[in-house]
């Protein structure tokens, strides 16, 4: 400009209509809005074309943000554009933008390039844009894309947000490496949230720091050009990452202010819309401070992609999803405090991984009785592993529930059962049969007091020889028996008889099976001692 003080503008840019009344607006912090009368034709993703009246070329936005003229007085500039169809590529990489900024309904002709720029508050709401990049783009205040559809992905690699990162509602397709949105190391102080988000290619969020929330309810992501459609490793979510259903209002404005037409708390009789992830998702490392929440949730995997959750800590875990058809679910190392599940959302046999999966409580929805409980620890070990047992009968025992923890461990001393040799297969089966390992030490009572009475009726009727006839004490069936069957206990009768034939094997019978009982119900005892 010809002089510093002067707002106008010079006459070698030779600005249209339309690119006047953006100046005059942005000098009073005003709206310049180049719709029109009929809605149809505002709606930057139809195929209507817009004509010079409603064209404004990026370099004058660019001269405007980086070298604007001073605002009129008594007023803050501000660059707030409606409806506008943006020619050639916005760049304004590495400058300093001061003005607020915010593109409504506009139509850009090529890329948005802003790698390295800093802005106080950048908002673009239902624009189409052919690609945006963004790497190292800080901001002071919020980056909002809501309603936003982009063609060729977005990049937001290793940006700093200041506050709050919105692309509600946006459509994002993909780059030519495959990927919607590339945000690693991406950080954002407040809430990251992309509620009914569209994402066509990889969703990577590698390292990416977010210091509330991040929200994908209601979205839906797709990936069929490779093996994931949400990338992120060693993701931070300070409190809850939510991948659940949204509610859909009834209407949507373009006008409507954040969160741009969802209800975050839907009414009664709202219709909803779940999340949906059409491929691999992988959230391994991951740290989120409240919860990780997949209440209805859909995954729709192929055989080869996995909903990995690899070493993930948090203190709850909200497994209430649909089961996936197929892939796997891999919770191996993750740590939680609640695990909050249904046994409706589980994968079957070989779908689940859980090797060093660590909990504390389990709180089940709806009907999850131990048979099925069972049957989920079976799934996720299809060789024996005593971990997942272990960890399921210390979690029965804290919330109180000790005879299913009993349960629990019999079933994996069954399970270990299988990978053993012949002979000790055969003892265990013996050890299931009698006194159930020493879990069900009932069992022992029952069989000592059916070989009592047996060995009694047998030996009434074929007594033993005295070793010392005149010295030995007055014969009792009762008490000979009993005598044989306790290992330990003498009762100083067996000593003074002498069986033969077949009352001795009987003895021999009586004293082997007493032994057999002793022992399985110590080393029942003992397991119950050490509480394992």
């Given at each position: ?254 006008s409507a202010t954040p969160p741009y037409g969802i209800t975050t708390t ?241 003895a021999a019978v009586m004293i082997l099976a007493g032994w057999v009982l ?15």
């Open positions: 400009m010809s002089d510093p003080t002067d707002g106008d503008a010079p006459p070698e840019l030779d600005l249209t209509s339309a690119e006047w009344s953006l100046w005059q607006a942005f000098r009073n912090g005003s709206t310049c809005d180049l719709r029109t009368d009929d809605p149809a034709r505002n709606d930057p993703h139809a195929r209507h074309e817009w004509g010079p009246e409603r064209t404004v070329r990026a370099r004058i936005i660019a001269l405007l943000l980086l070298n604007g003229p001073p605002a009129q007085p008594g007023r803050v500039s501000a660059l707030k554009l409606t409806g506008a169809y943006i020619t050639d590529s916005l760049d304004v990489a590495g400058g300093t933008i001061e003005p607020f900024v915010e593109l409504r309904d506009c139509r850009f002709e090529s890329e948005i390039v802003l790698p390295e720029s800093r802005f106080t508050t950048l908002r673009m709401v239902n624009c189409a844009i052919p690609r945006l990049e963004a790497a190292r783009l800080h901001t002071e205040g919020d980056l909002h894309l809501p309603r936003c559809i982009v063609q060729r992905g977005i990049r937001l690699t290793d940006a700093q947000i200041g506050t709050d990162l919105m692309l509600n509602q946006a459509v994002v397709h993909k780059d030519r490496r495959g990927r919607s949105i590339t945000a690693d190391g991406l950080s954002v102080a407040q809430d990251l949230q992309a509620e009914m988000l569209e994402s066509y290619g990889e969703l990577s969020l590698r390292g990416a720091s977010i210091g509330v929330s991040l929200s994908l309810r209601g979205s839906r992501l797709s990936n069929p050009y490779g093996r994931r459609a949400l990338n992120a490793p060693q993701l931070t979510v300070e409190r809850t990452l939510y991948l659940t259903a949204a509610g859909l209002s009834g209407s949507v404005s373009s839907p009414a009664r009789g709202t219709r909803m819309q779940r999340f949906e992830c059409e491929g691999g998702m992988r959230l391994d490392d991951g740290r989120f401070g409240d919860a990780v929440d997949l209440d209805q949730a859909r995954f729709i995997l192929e055989s080869d992609q996995e909903l990995s959750m690899r070493r993930i800590q948090t203190p709850e875990l909200r497994f209430l999803g649909e089961r996936p058809q197929r892939g796997r679910v891999i919770l191996s190392g993750a740590r939680v405090v609640n695990l909050v599940d249904k046994s409706t959302s589980w994968p079957g046999l070989g779908g689940l991984w859980m090797a060093g999966f660590a909990y504390e409580t389990l709180i089940p929805r709806g009907h999850f009785p131990l048979s099925l409980r069972l049957q989920w620890v079976a799934a996720a070990t299809p060789e024996y592993a005593p971990e997942p047992y272990e960890m399921l009968a210390a979690a029965l025992r804290r919330s109180g529930e000790d005879s299913d923890a009993r349960e629990v461990l019999l079933a994996k001393q069954r399970r270990r059962r299988e990978t053993l040799p012949l002979a000790a297969k055969s003892w265990g089966f013996l050890q299931d049969w009698t006194v159930a390992y020493g879990y069900r030490p009932g069992r022992a009572a029952v069989w000592m007091a059916v070989l009592w009475a047996v060995g009694t009726v047998f030996f009434s009727q074929n007594p033993p020889h005295a070793l010392k006839p005149g010295e030995t004490p007055l014969w009792n069936p009762y008490l000979y028996t009993l005598d044989l069957l306790l290992p330990v206990i003498n009762l100083n009768q067996d000593s003074y008889w002498r069986p033969e034939g077949g009352s001795q094997w009987a002793a022992t399985t119900v110590a080393a029942g005892a003992s397991r119950l001692l050490r509480r394992q």
